[in-house]
């Protein structure tokens, strides 16, 4: 009986899915720049992301997005399943304003895509800033991404 209770346990085991689930899939959702509804198309999935660099914060695609695609859309909205992340901005290389919170950069230079604190990534970041603050209102968040993305095999140093 244990002999049997063993191989039925090893069973189970080996043919456990280890793919992730819809409620362990990101999406980023887009909402247009001219409207004010509510995020509703989806721009990529988690499978569609090959890579995501914490050190850099490059977000590689298997499909590339070009920035006349990007340029369309004012706000991108990540999400686990249907529990709202985080809102990054969209921000280019020939932005003139300053974005003291999570933006969705596009290098026009590169030709690729990151997720920064915000932009330009240029300007110093001091204690007390706005950029630390928003931040850290968005780590618990944040960990989860990039919990998802680790357990998913996606994260590079």
Not at 142 to 151: N, P, Q
């Amino acid at each position: 009986m244990r002999l049997f209770i063993a191989i039925f346990a090893v069973f189970i085991f080996l043919s456990c899915d280890n793919t992730p689930t819809t409620s362990d899939t990101i999406y980023c959702k887009i909402r247009p720049k001219s409207n004010q509804i509510a995020f509703d198309s989806i721009l990529f999935s988690s499978t569609n992301i090959v890579s995501f660099s914490e050190s850099t914060g490059e977000l590689q695609l298997k499909q590339s997005l070009s920035e006349r695609q990007l340029a369309q859309f004012g706000k991108f909205q990540f999400y686990i399943g249907a529990d709202s992340l985080f809102t990054a901005r969209y921000a280019t290389d020939y932005m003139s304003s300053i974005v003291d919170d999570l933006v969705l950069y596009y290098s026009i230079y590169d030709r690729k895509l990151f997720l920064h604190d915000g932009y330009p990534m240029s300007i110093n970041v001091g204690i007390g800033d706005l950029r630390i603050e928003n931040r850290a209102k968005r780590a618990a968040k944040w960990k989860r991404f990039i919990d998802v993305l680790k357990a998913q095999h996606k994260i590079i140093k």
